[in-house]
């Protein structure tokens, strides 16, 4: 048995399944393969790049700058807490995912309106950044930051939507491949293209940090959201659903905020909670080590470009390789198999670190590090997405999946917030092994999730 003909042409409505995605017959490895040659998964590709721009400007590659400037680990620690504007996304989606904006909605669509307004925002925050120097005052920069991850919030509702919206339940392992495919590609740009740029653009022979170099570089990621921008305005809107006329805005709020998580609720009824928790915990491994990658690079005595190359290019490009597999894999042997292999990957890649700190400055270690992880990490974001989008309801799926992609962050990001206090204190060593074990109990409740059934 082969795959259904090629996914579904620009505009085409979703299915809503309303539950996880099942272990579909095994068609032949070219035809599963051509699925990402569908239009749909190429225009993932793009969005997906001005999705992933944002991410390493406001946490990796921005610590990077400030470790570089002088700001201390514990305040970077804290300033992660910038990235709880993805976990609070979900009280705004309700207004993404109804809210008309005023001749844009009318001209362009509701997904793509809302998608071009926060990429403009993003763009204009970066500029900001751009032109603060936060050694010399450190406020300016992060109200900058937080302007970015507002926008990028906004805009990961509206595109997370928008795929759901465009294909149907088979292909979503398969878009969700190529969005993240397009998402580590700008994290390439943004993490390594910045570093090699900022690099590229200091005066030899002068200060250890200039700000000058770190302002080129964040000018030219500004200018690197034209290709999504480009993208959002040829697409096609996804057939335009009508929704009911509210009467009164309590009929409104209960239609927009109210529904989509009742209906949640209604289709898994009491393992409801099991899957959330699943949801709540599942990267809690990576995004807790993540605050920190960047200022222990810089704490081992690793340039720019050692780390440009190995970090955002070896590490990126194993990424791109779990990806792609995750997504294969998944439409072969079914999405819960490979959601549990990529949470043992993942817990145990950390331990790598640990040792990786025992070596100081060796690049072969880096090298071997950073590919692993990545590669675990390509896997088990692949699964996971096509997951959470496997729960939501068509009828709201932004305001699902913004709760979804939230709950994903919510107590990682908060953990993170002391992970410089946690290095200060106990060292790098042991900060590697115990986020190592905060992966354990994911191990249970993939397993748990995989035996829910919805309603």
């Keep these: 048995m082969t795959l259904p003909p090629p996914g ?28 990402y040659l569908e239009p749909a998964s190429l225009r993932m590709l793009s969005l997906g790049f001005s999705a992933g721009l944002p991410l390493a400007l406001v946490f990796g590659t921005f ?14 620690g804290y300033l992660s807490w910038v990235g709880m504007a ?25 997904r793509r309106s809302w998608l ?57 392992a398969a878009l969700s491949a190529t969005y993240l495919a397009g998402y580590r590609l700008a994290m390439i740009w943004s993490g390594a293209g910045a570093l090699v740029v900022a690099a590229r653009s200091e005066v030899p022979n002068a200060a250890l940090y200039q700000h000058s170099a770190w302002q080129v570089a964040y000018l030219v990621m500004a200018a690197s959201m034209l290709p999504g921008l480009l993208t959002v305005l040829f697409s096609k809107e996804p057939v335009h659903r009508v929704l009911p006329a509210s009467r009164n805005a309590l009929e409104w709020l209960r239609g927009a905020l109210v529904e989509p998580f009742a209906d949640f609720l209604k289709r898994y009824g009491h ?17 807790v080590l993540g605050i920190m990658a960047y200022p222990f690079y810089v704490d081992l005595g690793f340039t720019k470009e050692e780390v440009a190359a190995v970090s955002k290019v070896y590490g990126v490009i194993m990424t791109l390789v779990g990806a792609f597999a995750g997504g294969v894999l998944a439409l072969r042997l079914g999405v819960m198999r490979v959601l549990m292999l990529g949470a043992v990957l993942s817990a145990a890649s950390n331990l ?37 989008s496997s729960l939501t309801n068509v009828n709201y799926s932004a305001t699902q999946y913004a709760l979804f992609s939230s709950m994903m962050l919510l107590l990682p990001k908060f953990l993170a917030g ?37 309603a």
């Excluded at 610590?63 to 970077?76: K, M, N």
């Excluded at 400055?361 to 090298?367: E, F, K, M, S, T």
């Design 418 to 454: 002391y992970s410089g206090l946690f290095v200060d204190t106990f060292g790098y060593s042991s900060f590697f092994i115990a986020t190592s074990l905060l992966g354990l109990p994911v191990l249970l409740l993939v397993w748990l999730a995989s035996r829910v059934k919805s």
């Design 8 to 35: 579904p042409t620009d505009g085409a409505p979703a299915v809503a399944t309303g539950k996880p995605a099942t272990n579909p017959t095994p068609a032949s490895w070219l035809s599963t393969l051509r699925v």
């Design 116 to 172: 071009l307004v926060s990429q403009l925002v993003i763009a204009g925050a970066l500029v900001g950044m751009a032109f603060n120097d936060p050694q010399l005052a450190l406020a300016p920069a992060v109200w900058c930051a937080i302007a970015v991850a507002f926008g990028s919030a906004t805009q990961d509702i509206a595109l997370d939507a928008f795929r759901i919206e465009s294909a149907d339940s088979e292909h979503q």
């Design 271 to 287: 393992q409801a909670l099991l899957i959330l928790a699943l949801i709540a915990i599942y990267r809690i491994s990576d995004v």
């Design 63 to 76: 610590f990077f700058w400030l470790r570089e400037a002088g700001i201390d680990r514990t305040t970077i």
């Design 352 to 388: 790598l670190y640990a040792w990786l700190s025992s070596r100081g400055h060796d690049l072969g270690a880096l090298v071997f590090v950073i590919s692993a992880d990545n590669l675990a990490g390509g896997i088990a974001t692949s699964a996971f997405i096509a997951y959470m």
């Design 86 to 110: 993805y976990t609070f996304k979900w009280v705004w989606s309700p207004l993404v995912d109804r809210l008309p904006i005023p001749v844009l909605t009318r001209t362009l669509g509701r």
